[in-house]
Structures are given as C-alpha cells and as structure tokens.
C-alpha cells in the first residue's frame, strides 16, 4: 500500500499552467482531478488548509490517541458512488468497517428501531401491516440501487433506468410526514423514517425533498450498509489523494485563494466551494448578472457538534444500541420534527433530534485500547454560536443515563467556528445550501448544465451542485466531465 504522509503535500506549484487547477480538496474537487487525471490531463488540487479533505479530515480533537471524525463519519454515500465504486482505492488503504447494527433509534421506554442492511429484517420488527408497506416502499428500490444510484446521483437529465426512477419518486414526493403517517401506523417506523429525512436539515413537512433524501439513505443502508472508513474520514481523503499522486497529479496545500489570479494558467479552473466564494474569487471572469445568482444561493441551518473522549462505551438503555454505528435521538416523530422546525424559525430546541456515532466500537484504531471515542451533533439556526452542550447532553443521557461520568474530555463546534475550520460551511451549514425541492433543481443557479458557467474556462463541482451534499465525489465527477467536453485536448 503506497504510504500517504504530510511531505505528499508540497506548499508551491511545480509548473506555471496545468490543463486545470481545482481549489479547493474536498471528496468532489479530488474526485474531478482524478477524473481529468484519468483522461491524461495534467492537474492541480490547491487548497487552503494545511490537510486536504474538506469535510473528511480526522483530528485528536480531545486528548492523544482519541481520534475524531471532525464533520463526516459515516458513508454510505461513499460506498454506493459510482465514480468511488470504480476506483482502486482499497489498493491506497481504504477499508470501510461495517458495525453490526447501521442504526438504532432508542425510545424512552428502553426499547429501539433499529435499520438493519435486511429489508426482511427491518421490517419484521414492525406489525403486520407496517411490515408490509416496509416491505412495499423499499424492496423494489433496493433490488434496482444500483441503478437508481446512477441516475439519481446526476445532474437532471433524462434518467437511464426512467420507470425505476419514476418508482423511486412516486415515492419521494410527498413530504416526510406526509409519508409516515400514511406507510405506517407504529410510531418506530414512523420516527426510522423521520430521522432519515432529517438528515435533510429541512422542516419534515415539506414535499419532495425530505422524504426523497430520507429515502435515499436508507436505500443505501439495504442496498451497501452505512459504513465508516477505518482509522477515520480521513482515511477516504488519504486514498483520493494516493491515487492522484499516482496519476501525476499534483496537490499543494497551505495556499488560500483570494483571486483567480493567484492560480497558475489553466485551461479550467474547477471551484469546489460554495457559490458566493467562487462568485468572490472569479470576480470578473464572471458576468456580474451571474455572480448575482450565485450570491443568491441560500444556506440553511447549520449544526453544532460535541467530540467525546470516553473512559467507556455509552450505557445505553437499549442494548442494542451498543451495536450500532449510528443512534438516532429525537423519540417521536412529532418531536422530531418540531426540532427541525424551531432551527428554521431562529429557535434553539429543549429537546434538539441529535445524531450520534461510535466510531470506536468497531474501529479500534479511533482510541486508546479500553476507550471510546463519541461523536454527536445537532441542528441550529444558520450562524448560531449558542452552546448546545447541555441540551445534546440531556438528550443522550435520556436514552443512556449516566453518560456524562463515562466523559473524559470534549471538544465542541458551532457554527462559527465550523466556519473558519471550513470556509465552505457559511453559516455552519454542512449540506452546501438549502435541499428543497427548488434548489436541489437549481444547483447552484438555473441550468440544463450546473456544473458550468458563462466563462467556458470556469467551472464548479461543489456539494452546492448535483447531486449534493455527501461523501460520494459525484459532483467532481459531472464537472470533469464538462471539462472535457469544453475542453477535449490537453495543452501538450
């Protein structure tokens, strides 16, 4: 396995012009060079934080040998892409762990919901009729994912699997709650449901979108499993980056983008950053009437996130928390809901729906041998610095009394300071922009081609692009893609 060390990363450009220059390192702006790379292009990553990654770095946020996911943790998004899919990067050592239980989702009375990679099991925890239309709204789609994930995984355009995809959203379109109260009559499927569609960051009783990125994950979950990368987020980074080293491709680190000009010739220069960046950075290379839409992009909610070095495993009420990657808190849907309303209206919830992983359990190379390391963040309005630590803490000792005396040490983030760790995250929000229905279709601005712009030279394939947010690279994807159609020789 080729070895991936800080000295891979040089601080200047080795050449004054590349066939394209990517600012910016996250899973999108690695997946768009190693896609040019392929083609034979030559390719520059510049980033301005001393580690590439973006959203999937790993840090010892709290004490030595505690290591944390400091934004993504979990991947199933990384596992069924298909651009990731058809990379060698096992070869530059990536290993995706799968815990033995994807998620549970405990209720007050000691008992939980819990999504195994099984539909047939899954749904067998529910009544007869619940189990049925379980049965119903997941088996199809689940046998045809690998093709609903090529077709939803894209920019819009005419799918290549059109009734599947049209099976699939017939049952997106209605709003998560909408969805729940008429699939199920037993509160723990709705509440599986409802925290799904949480992921959204979006008030559940708006159509389409919750539900549809509800769904998405947990067809995921039947279809390839909610793993974690062993020894971090990180490790995904670590592997992009070997393999474009190993394509001739060039990433420096340490170089913050205040002016294209900064950048050395290119034939394209790929943004992944956030619209209003891109609008800042490109400055007159764009026409002004361009720039204006893209600073009309909305951000939404945002998060703040607690990292937990832990003495021991949380103690649980439900046991079989204890083995899952993932442990949803929010109880009902109702109060879940309520919670993804308040960080919409400006309102810090009493009882936020908090998302929670444990790493560790499975990943033993996430802490000291006998320790655990704990993950958990919850929704806030855009921009909040108020301290959630106390509410997060309530909720999981709800669910798991005694947990604050298994804490050693914690490290947290609002949304500020997730902003000045990741200039991408405007506001704290970690999704690349507002998922509802209008903008999902008009990432980043109203286009049959969103991944490009007025100026052929310049182009974006940031989580603000199709598909969205995710570990999955399929933004990078699409934009080489453009690249390569605008631009079908190299500079020789």
């Known amino acids: 396995m080729p070895e991936i060390s800080d000295s891979t990363f040089s601080s200047t450009p080795r050449k004054d012009a590349y066939d394209a220059t990517i600012v910016g390192s996250g899973p999108n702006g690695l997946a768009a060079a190693i896609m040019l790379a392929r083609a034979g292009r030559s390719v520059l990553v510049v980033e301005g934080h001393a580690e590439p990654g973006g959203g999937t770095r790993t840090q010892e946020l709290t004490l030595p040998g505690f290591q944390h996911d400091v934004c993504s943790a979990i991947h199933p998004m ?147 499993g909610w793993p974690m990368a062993k020894g971090g987020s990180q490790s995904i980074t670590r592997a992009l980056c070997g393999y474009l080293k190993s394509l001739g491709g060039e990433i420096v680190t340490n170089f913050p983008v205040e002016n294209i000009a900064d950048l050395p010739k290119s034939n394209a220069v790929i943004f992944d950053t956030n619209p209003s960046s891109m609008a800042r950075i490109a400055g007159d290379e764009l026409p002004e009437s361009y720039q204006k839409k893209l600073n009309k992009f909305r951000h939404g909610p945002g998060i703040f996130k607690i990292d937990y070095a832990l003495k021991e495993a949380v103690p649980w009420k439900a046991a079989a928390c204890k083995l899952a990657g993932t442990v949803h808190l929010g109880a009902t849907m109702d109060e879940i809901a309520i919670s993804e309303r308040n960080c919409w209206n400006g309102v810090h919830s009493e009882k936020p729906f908090v998302l929670t992983a444990q790493q560790s359990l499975f990943d033993h190379t996430r802490a000291p041998e006998g320790k655990q390391t704990f993950w958990a963040y919850c929704h806030v309005p855009h921009g909040s610095d108020v301290d959630m630590t106390d509410a997060i803490e309530n909720q999981i000792e709800r669910f798991a009394p005694g947990f604050r005396d298994c804490a050693e040490a914690k490290a947290t983030m609002n949304c500020a300071e997730f902003e000045r760790y990741n200039p991408n995250l405007l506001g704290g929000d970690i999704v690349g922009g507002v998922a509802d229905w209008r903008q999902l279709m008009t990432r980043p601005t109203v286009s049959l081609r969103p991944h490009t712009t007025p100026n052929k030279g310049i182009f974006i394939c940031s989580a603000s692009t199709p598909p969205g947010g995710g570990v999955h690279g399929m933004g990078g994807y699409w934009a080489a893609q453009e690249v390569i159609r605008a631009h079908p020789q190299a500079r020789g």
């Open 78 to 224: 990384g596992v069924c892409s298909p651009f990731f899919k058809a990379l060698p990067l096992a070869d530059f050592g990536l290993e995706w762990i799968h815990p033995d239980i994807p998620l549970a989702h405990p209720f007050d009375d000691g008992t939980a919901a819990l999504m195994h990679q099984s539909v047939e099991e899954t749904a067998a925890q529910f009544g007869p009729a619940d189990a049925k239309n379980y049965r119903f709204v997941f088996e199809s789609i689940t046998k045809n994912a690998d093709n609903l994930f090529g077709d939803l995984l894209a920019p819009p355009k005419i799918p290549a699997h059109p009734f599947q995809v049209t099976n699939f959203g017939l049952r997106a379109i209605p709003s998560a709650l909408a969805a729940a109260r008429s699939w199920f009559s037993d509160e723990r499927a709705r509440a599986l449901l409802a925290g799904n569609a949480a992921h959204s960051i979006l008030p559940l009783d708006r159509p389409l979108a919750t539900n549809a990125i509800g769904l998405m994950l947990m067809l995921a979950c039947h279809a390839v």
